[in-house]
């Protein structure tokens, strides 16, 4: 079976770092995604991890290591806005939209 | 351009029912997947279709089937509605291989 692991919920200050753990066990790899969504929106995408490292983007973070299936995004500098349900996701064939998810952490941000 | 678009945005049905939802990818895009999210859960796979062919099945009952057109367009089709079958239903398009899903705002199906 497909299985997918990360925290329910998390809370964080305005302005603090946050880290979001995903551990993964799944039939196939092509890669990995996270998704951001707000709630009664649909996901948007935030980043991609194929091969294992560390991918930047502005304030946001991905690390993936496949020999541990596990991954983690980064949120830098938060702000109020980032109040929302994070989507891991793991892509199991090269179309790259037949993505397994969890379950979503909802962070919340407080001032 | 416009981005993925799913009709209708909400839908009432009652059990036993047949639902029909649409989807229109982005321009160019020639993958289609569809997940059904329950409140407070991740979406979860039901199918894709790439290149007008089934691609991927997830866990879903035989009620769940769905087709892409020509144009890419593709259609969910739900029969013998449960109160269970209640979801948000998302419609993704990607490009090419391995590049991002982009999802569509969703069709809210209620189930009375």
């Known amino acids: 079976g497909q299985n997918i692991d990360q925290p329910t919920e998390m809370t964080a200050t305005e302005g603090a770092i946050v880290q979001i753990n995903c551990t993964y066990q799944?039939?196939?790899?092509?890669?990995l995604f996270w998704y951001q969504q707000h709630a009664g929106e649909a996901p948007t995408f935030l980043s991609y991890n194929v091969l294992d490292g560390l991918e930047e983007k502005g304030r946001f973070s991905s690390f993936l290591s496949r020999s541990k299936g596990y991954s983690y995004l980064l949120l830098k500098e938060l702000q109020m806005k980032d109040s929302a349900s994070y989507l891991c996701?793991?892509?199991?064939?090269?179309?790259?939209?037949?993505?397994?998810f969890g379950k979503g952490t909802t962070l919340s941000v407080s001032s | 351009d416009a981005g993925v678009t799913q009709s209708p945005t909400h839908l009432i049905k009652t059990r036993g029912q047949h639902v029909t939802l649409r989807c229109s990818p982005i321009?160019?895009?020639?993958?289609v997947s569809w997940y059904q999210q329950v409140l407070g859960q991740g979406p979860q796979f039901i199918f894709q279709?790439?290149?007008?062919?089934?691609?991927g099945r997830g866990n879903f009952p035989d009620r769940f089937s769905a087709r892409q057109f020509p144009n890419y367009s593709s259609e969910l089709n739900v029969n013998a509605l449960l109160l269970g079958d209640s979801a948000l239903y998302l419609c993704?398009?990607?490009?090419?291989?391995?590049?991002?899903?982009?999802f569509g705002q969703g069709t809210r199906l209620t189930v009375v």
């Open positions: 279709y790439y290149e007008k062919e089934e691609r």
């Open positions: 996701a793991v892509s199991l064939n090269q179309a790259g939209t037949a993505l397994i």
């Open positions: 321009s160019g895009h020639k993958s």
């Open positions: 799944t039939s196939g790899f092509n890669g």
């Open positions: 993704a398009s990607s490009g090419s291989l391995n590049t991002e899903a982009f």
